[in-house]
């Protein structure tokens, strides 16, 4: 009753993103797929329950969360717009929103740079339930032109085949955008990360070192009290796992 909100991570009561889980964000690494994707977490864990809220438990407040890891992760600079692959219509209008626009707008507001809607989806099925091979035919989009010259960033919330973002790409290519930079707020385990770091990490309730799903309290103190402005340094499992 005291508080008014829960962590979209881990459901406890408290902040929309607790630390513990914060720090299991940071203990994971940024992922290229193999379609050229950059995603800024892997589609697991932490991640994964943020982006699920966000697209099935109208947790629009993970949208936020994820978008701050996108630009600080990715690193991105340049961009003049940015705009977001679209989902069904048919599952926008069952969730009340697009997930993909909700993000690509707090992408945006993170950047300070403009957010359009440069892509129309075709009628089609949604990916969400389709086997692989069923996903690897992708969508269909069709594109308005924007003024020439300008820098896209093309955001999704995951990845797990690429099909979509590529014929996102394509269509706002085919419209004459000739520098288009596709990036997700995560990837699914299939595509390897880019880096690998170890955090010592517990499954709630346990002391163990082995599970990558929640850090400890000792070992997510010991990263705040090593981190400078926020930013999380690198540690090694030995050092943590001797804290916790």
Partial sequence: MLFSSTCAGCNQPGASLCRRCRFSLASTSPVVTECGVRAALPFDGVARQLVLGLKFGNRRSAARHLAAQLVRRLRLQSIDVVTWAPTSAHRAGIRGFDQAELLARAVARELRVPCRRLLYRTHGPA?????????LHGPTFRARSPRSGLRVLLVDDVVTTGATMSAARQALQAAGVADVLCVAAAATPSQRP??????????????????????TASAASTLEGTSSRKAVRAASAPNLARAS
């Fill in 127 to 135: 990916q969400t339930g389709r086997s692989r091979a069923e996903r």
């Fill in 194 to 215: 880019a880096s690998r770091r170890t955090v010592a990490t517990a499954g709630r309730g346990s002391s163990s070192t082995n599970t990558p799903s929640m850090p």
